[in-house]
T-cell receptor, first 110, second 112 residues
């Protein structure tokens, strides 16, 4: 069964604006992670938030986690054209395998 | 430190042919994972090695897929015979700790 679903599927914004992506999942988790994939490249790990954490910051990234709603959000502030990529959330339950969502395609226009 | 590398970056084969994908993990990482993304859908787990042993192969779609990690270093994923629905991007990841997985650039497989 699919664990993560991202919303929206696609997002287009202007440079300098903020981008918010949401992720929902179905079962209890240990950790939730966000990854970025630039076109034609591999997945780059952005940030990990543990199930007992509610918010985490890393540079221009802010991640929130609401385990009661089984959802997470990724906020990118002051976006740049270089942020154009697909963003995926991934959860791990009790095993090592990550379960990914379908991703959000972010387009940042200069 | 070199990252996870995958070869080839892109492979185009005909239905019924065989393809072997290779993954070289980060040195010292005992854990190695294979994932794939098919037809723009979500990235799905295929299997997990700990050193040379298969820890979890619950995501392998069928017996046309064979993964090996002889010696606990690099891994290969063979698809034989390839079908059209096998087209997609195959990712490899490695880790020292279970949840900190480092991904390679992926191999784009096109089956015609």
């Amino acid at each position: 069964s699919q664990q993560g679903e991202e919303d929206p599927q696609a997002l287009s914004i202007q440079e300098g604006e903020n981008a918010t992506m949401n992720c929902s999942y179905k079962t209890s988790i240990n950790n939730l992670q966000w990854y970025r994939q630039n076109s034609g490249r591999g997945l780059v790990h952005l940030i990990l938030i543990r199930s007992n954490e509610r918010e985490k910051h890393s540079g221009r990234l802010r991640v929130t986690l609401d385990t009661s709603k089984k959802s997470s959000s990724l906020l990118i502030t002051a976006s740049r054209a270089a942020d154009t990529a697909s963003y995926f959330c991934a959860t791990d339950v009790r095993t090592d395998k990550l379960i990914f969502g379908t991703g959000t395609r972010l387009q940042v226009f200069p | 430190e070199a990252g996870v590398t995958q070869f080839p970056s892109h492979s185009v084969i005909e239905k019924g042919q065989t393809v072997t994908l290779r993954c070289d993990p980060i040195s010292g990482h005992d854990n190695l994972y294979w994932y794939r993304r098919v037809m723009g859908k979500e990235i799905k787990f295929l299997l997990h090695f700990v050193k040379e042993s298969k820890q979890d192969e619950s995501g392998m779609p069928n017996n046309r897929f064979l993964a090996e990690r002889t010696g606990g270093t690099y891994s290969t994923l063979k698809v034989q015979p390839a079908e059209l629905e096998d087209s997609g991007v195959y990712f490899c990841a490695s880790s020292r700790l279970a949840y900190e997985q480092y991904f390679g650039p992926g191999t784009r497989l096109t089956v015609t």
